[in-house]
């Protein structure tokens, strides 16, 4: 069965850390880029950051030098460790191939940064 389980979201208050995890099958990790995405509400999905297989990375402005992405090829996992958490990092995170494909979304996993 193809799917993906995020976890690892929580309340933070700015500055904390948390770490995501996203355990994918093999058939949808496999050698494929793995991205993180997240969604604030009214918000459009955005690309937090992705992972090529052979550790070749891709992070978007806003969470450079804070965000770092992570892959286990052997257990199909991909981590997003998240540090220096500022209130517009609050939405919910998923993981999916990069680029994604529409079957694979999972349910995702929220993360709250409020003070």
């Known amino acids: 069965q193809a799917q993906v389980v995020e976890s690892g979201g929580g309340l933070v208050q700015p500055g904390g850390s948390l770490r995501l995890s996203c355990a994918a099958s093999?058939?949808?990790?496999?050698?494929?880029?793995m991205g993180w995405y997240r969604q604030a509400p009214g918000k459009q999905l955005e690309l937090v950051a992705s992972?090529?297989?052979?550790?070749?990375?891709y992070y978007r402005d806003s969470v450079k030098g804070r965000f770092n992405i992570s892959r286990d090829n052997a257990n199909y996992t991909v981590y997003l460790q998240m540090n220096l958490l500022k209130l517009e990092d609050s939405a919910v995170y998923y993981c999916?191939?990069?680029?994604?494909?529409?079957?694979?979304w999972g349910q995702g996993t929220q993360v709250t940064v409020s003070s």
């Open positions: 999916n191939r990069q680029p994604p494909l529409q079957p694979f």
């Open positions: 093999r058939i949808i990790f496999g050698q494929y880029p």
């Open positions: 992972i090529h297989n052979d550790g070749k990375y």
